[in-house]
């Protein structure tokens, strides 16, 4: 049997659709010569020439120190708790993508849920001393949207209590702060360079950590534990970036402040243009000085006239598909609902913003019509 491509008016239909977000491509033409350079040297894994460059440019065009690229985001997770022999309990949030509390489990580590702050829809520090135990080893907050955590009280606490902090700052590619990059805050922090994200390589992620020392543990464990051919240091996974992913990566790099540009321009369009929509409650940035304008959360609060489902409806009538980040939250998935910090008594606030929130689209080649068809839609209740 062959397949059939789409008729006309069925492509019409799709290519009318939008969706929260489309992955940035550059030309493929200037992919070509990488891939003919992978092909003359077969050096296609393992750590080859383009995954050790890209090291080093990322290094460079983030300011991080020190930086170990994984396969994606959940893996650097993952090999991140191990890096730091995390245990018993760890410190976190429901407001974000299950893959955060599921690297815990996959630790043979219980997650704590703590609330958000409702402005940031970040980890509340105010909140977290409440749910510290003895068994409490680690704290593992979330940069939501890639807007930054409150990173001097949450290090406060864990100098206070002697807790280790690993930022899932899968959303923060590029963000800043008045300190430079928010990727150098707590003792790791890890990227996600899945299709979806700001930055892409496909599929891809990064650890990002402070010294050289810690560097070559989590290449270790990246590697299967593998020092050299014959010594194994520990249960390592592969979590090795290909030379195909590290070779778009560093095109990618090339074009990236365009994207970023491009971005923050349909950013302030959206703020313009639903500022006075009653109900409507755009959120402000969190004290970055360099944003990445990877998401835009809007709140349907009380007083718009329909409610948060039923826009969201709406719009995937009109073949708009907006994403409801962070519904459900972790929290209310069957595998964690069953915790104590788990309840919606104890989190208030994020059970309140999981309900409200819509995250519209944002993506480089979203046009200026398409961000007034999306804004049509919301303005005509
Ligand atoms: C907050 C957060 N953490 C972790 C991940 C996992 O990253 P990846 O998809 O690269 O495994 C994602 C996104 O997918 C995410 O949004």
Known sequence: MTASLPSESVRALLEDRIYVTQPHLPPLDEFLPYLQQIWNSRVLTNGGPFHQQFERELCEYLGVPYLSLFANGTLALVTALQALRITGEVITTPYSFVATAHSLLWNGVKPVFVDIDPHTMNLDPAKIEAAITPQTTAIMPVHCYGHPCDVDAIQKIADNYNLRVIYD????????????????????????????????????????????????????????????????????????????????????????????????????????????????????????????????????????????????????????????YFYPLISDFPMYRGLPSASRHNLPIASEAALKVLCLPIYPALTEEQVQRVVSIIAEH
Do not use: W
């Not at 639903?274 to 959360?297: H, K, S, V, W």
């Not at 409610?307 to 409806?313: I, P």
């Open 169 to 324: 700052a899968a959303h923060a590619f590029g963000v800043r702060n008045e300190s430079g990059s928010i990727l150098k805050h707590g003792d790791l922090s890890i990227l996600s360079l899945h299709a979806t994200k700001v930055f892409n390589t496909f599929e891809g992620g990064a650890i990002i950590c402070p010294d050289a020392k810690t560097k070559q543990r989590i290449d270790h464990l990246k590697n299967f534990g593998f020092v050299d051919e014959v010594t194994v240091v520990a249960a390592g996974i592969n979590g090795k970036m290909s030379e195909i992913n590290a070779a778009f990566g560093l095109l990618q790099l090339q074009h990236i402040d365009e994207a970023l540009e491009r971005r923050k321009a349909i950013d302030a369009r959206y703020r313009e243009l639903l500022r006075n929509i009653p109900g409507i409650r755009c959120q402000a940035d969190a004290g970055e000085t360099t944003a990445n304008y990877a998401y835009f959360p809007i709140h349907v609060e009380a007083d718009y006239p329909i409610s948060r489902d039923a826009l969201f409806d709406k719009f995937r009538e009109q073949g708009i598909f907006a994403r409801r």
